[in-house]
């Protein structure tokens, strides 16, 4: 169990140290982001929707495809030159790659959100001070769900024929248990309700992470041939 | 190829189907520790199917293959014991060569990695470019990065797939002392090439693959290189 | 492809179905004629959840033994569930603008459904994406099971989402206790369209098999 997760961290180490040094998928995700949230200001009446009301949804579907692009690159940066091979010749468990790759990723999609909160507050004048760090968990545990479900999406589209086509059309459907309880749990909190108000959303997320990071992590290995 | 006892990797029968078609079709081979099995064969006979089932890519359709005593598909201990040189490089581009080899040293779980990338980098001869990245490297040398990767763990089989692609004449040189040096250090090789002299020069016993079998086999010790190489020239026109 | 006896068997079966629904059913006293949809809809919603729990029960079989015949029977039930499922889409908003009022209402059994559509549809497009038959038997296998592991917690999210949002008030959507009559011939529309799957199901499996036989998966070999 050590071995496989000291295996995981190795290979997270060296995507994030490839994304770090490229830095291509952070920025266009980065910038995404920043744009959507521009996008969706223009596309808002803000005479009928108040701020407060909008900004939970443009989060979450801000995070749903920019977390896609990085979730993408995930497999992708294996493709070139085969290193995938070279993993999985190589003694580490399979869950570990797996694992490497999610964590990576989950990396990828924090920092996203680490940018995308703030910007979202400062552009609709919304006041996170108190609120900053139940939205931080939430933002947290509903990573940790995309992520899961994502990686183990991205691996298997690479290999398809469609490609990074395939990808949100696999993934999306499961965001939906993601996002509604992230984004409904995101509105309690901005609109100055309690942490228990979202209570019920909250143990949904969690349940939705704990399941699926177990299914896909198992899951993995079975799309391998072996 | 007589000699089966204490055989390092042994295969029997050994098939693997692509829907119909055989891509490997019954191949019997077994080659000792400190033996190098050079491999001739037109495009598409196989060899490279064959190869990736040997390094647990890929999952027989029947038939038997053994590394050691564990029999394929194994698990990590036999890949452990196991050094693949693909026609592609398994290199990072983003990663430096160091960077790459050291990340193979850690994945084989080598306990002295920074010393072993080290030595694999110095035996490709390629430790003064180790800092560039692999993406500023000619195709040459990374092939000396991919080669240092794939034997950074000092494996007891070498499974090697056409190493020869794109190296000058000193990286050449020094992947023929490299698999020559593993060689006798214990090593198992078997070596994938379409170059008849290149391959001989290095092995011990040689065969000929084609559509999937081993057509002929022999060993190159009293074989006469010029023989060989016309049979297999011959082989290569008939089907072509 | 020659008709079966099965699927005649079904297509009649449905037929009568339809005839004692229209002609031989009294019609519900508050909703009327646009109640007699529940015939179709309310089996097909039934048939449609049947396939796809086909789909994940087979997809477990297929990673656990790794049998040509489990993959076909997953890509078959996945086709024809897919298909029950798009009658489900559609009845629902015609039997729902005359009685709610609007043809689409984000009712969590209607909401449900659209979601099993996607992920449907997209394990379809899966496996149309690739070549190498066991891979492909596989990676569907894989989206099978998580599939049908999603199902609870899209049903719950919209079910929350429903109950914790007002809503405007409708008419309930799970009508009450049906009378002898009605009941009797639901119960037949049950049985006939279940028939209709199972025909269906063999026919596309036939298929499968027909292709896959002039078809011999050729894959990568790289």
């Not at chain 2, 019997?28 to 050079?38: E, I, Y």
């Not at chain 2, 698990?75 to 983003?94: D, F, K």
């Not at chain 3, 099965?6 to 031989?24: D, E, G, N, Q």
Request: hydrophobic share 50%.
């Amino acid at each position: 169990m050590v071995e496989v997760l000291r295996d995981a961290w190795l290979i997270a180490k060296k995507d994030l140290a490839i994304e770090f040094r490229t830095r291509s998928a952070f920025f266009s995700a980065l910038v995404f982001a920043l744009l959507g949230i521009v996008i969706f200001y223009f596309a808002w009446d803000s005479s009928a929707v108040s701020a407060i009301d909008l900004a939970p949804g443009v989060l979450w579907v801000i995070f749903t495809f920019s977390g896609m692009l990085g979730m993408h690159r995930s497999f992708s940066v294996e493709q070139p030159d085969r290193g995938i091979d070279g993993l999985l010749a190589s003694p580490v468990a399979r869950e570990s790659i797996f694992l490497g790759k999610a964590l990576a990723n989950l990396v990828f999609v924090v920092a996203v959100q680490a940018v995308a909160i703030p910007s979202v507050a400062l552009f609709y004048g919304l006041p996170l001070g108190n609120v900053w760090l139940p939205l931080a968990g939430i933002a947290l545990l509903a990573a940790i769900g995309l992520v899961s479900v994502g990686t183990l999406f991205s691996a298997m589209a690479v290999n398809t024929r469609l490609a990074e086509l395939l990808l949100p059309m696999l993934s999306l459907p499961f965001f939906v248990p993601v996002v509604i309880p992230a984004a409904q749990a995101t509105a309690k909190l901005m609109s100055g309700r309690p942490v228990g108000d979202a209570g019920a959303w909250l143990k949904l997320l969690l349940a939705f992470d704990i399941v699926f990071v177990v299914a896909c992590t198992l899951a993995y290995p079975f799309t391998l041939e072996e | 190829m007589t000699n089966e006892s204490g055989a390092v990797v042994v295969t029997a029968n050994l098939s693997r189907t692509f829907g119909r078609r055989k891509a490997v079709d019954g191949v019997t081979l077994a080659v000792d520790a400190g033996n190098t099995l050079a491999l001739f064969g037109p495009n598409g006979a196989g060899k490279t199917t064959l190869l990736r089932v040997l390094s647990g890519l890929l999952k027989p359709t029947s038939g038997f293959a053994r590394i050691g005593d564990t029999k394929l598909p194994g698990g990590p201990e036999i890949r452990r014991r196991v050094g693949v040189i693909s026609h592609h490089t398994l290199l990072y581009e983003a990663l430096t060569a160091r960077e790459n080899v050291e990340f193979t040293a850690r994945l084989y779980g080598v306990r002295d990695f920074r010393e072993a990338t080290e030595r694999a980098l110095g035996r490709m001869r390629i430790l003064d470019r180790a800092e560039t990245p692999v993406r500023a490297l000619s195709r040459g040398l990374r092939q000396r990065v991919s080669i240092a990767r794939a034997t950074v763990h000092e494996p007891q089989v070498i499974l090697a797939d056409e190493p020869f692609t794109g190296l000058d004449i000193l990286g050449a040189a020094a992947l023929s002392d490299l698999l020559n040096d593993l060689r006798h250090h214990g090593a198992a090789v078997i070596l994938v090439t379409h170059n008849v002299d290149e391959g001989l020069a290095l092995a011990t016993h040689a065969a000929i693959m084609d559509r999937g079998r081993i057509v002929v086999t022999d060993e190159t010790v009293g074989l006469d290189k010029q023989t060989f190489a016309d049979r297999y020239r011959q082989l290569v026109a008939q089907d072509g | 492809m020659k008709p079966t006896p099965l699927s005649l068997a079904a297509v009649a079966a449905v037929l009568v179905t339809f005839v004692r629904a229209i002609f031989f059913t009294p019609l519900e006293a508050t909703q009327g004629p646009a109640q007699k949809i529940l015939y179709v809809h309310a089996p097909a919603a039934w048939v449609a959840f049947m396939a796809f729990g086909l789909v994940g029960l087979t997809s477990v079989l297929y990673l656990w033994l790794k049998e040509d015949r489990l993959d076909r029977v997953a890509e078959s039930s996945a086709e024809v569930g897919v298909v029950f499922t798009t009658v489900v889409l559609i009845t629902g908003p015609l039997w729902g603008k005359p009685i709610w009022g609007a043809y689409w209402t984000w009712d969590a059994r209607l909401t449900l459904t659209l979601f099993l559509w996607f992920v449907y549809v997209a394990y379809i497009v899966l496996r149309g994406a690739i070549d190498d038959r066991a891979m492909r038997a596989r990676y569907s296998a894989v989206l099978g099971i998580l599939g049908s592991l999603l199902i609870p917690f899209i049903h719950l999210s919209v079910y929350l989402f429903r109950t914790l949002h007002p809503q405007p008030i409708l008419m309930k959507p799970s009508a009450p206790s049906l009378p002898g009559e009605m009941l009797a011939t639901l119960l037949l529309a049950f049985a006939s369209f279940t028939l209709l799957y199972v025909a269906l199901l063999r026919a596309r499996y036939r298929y499968a098999v027909e292709r896959d036989d002039a078809h011999p998966a050729e894959a990568y070999d790289a």
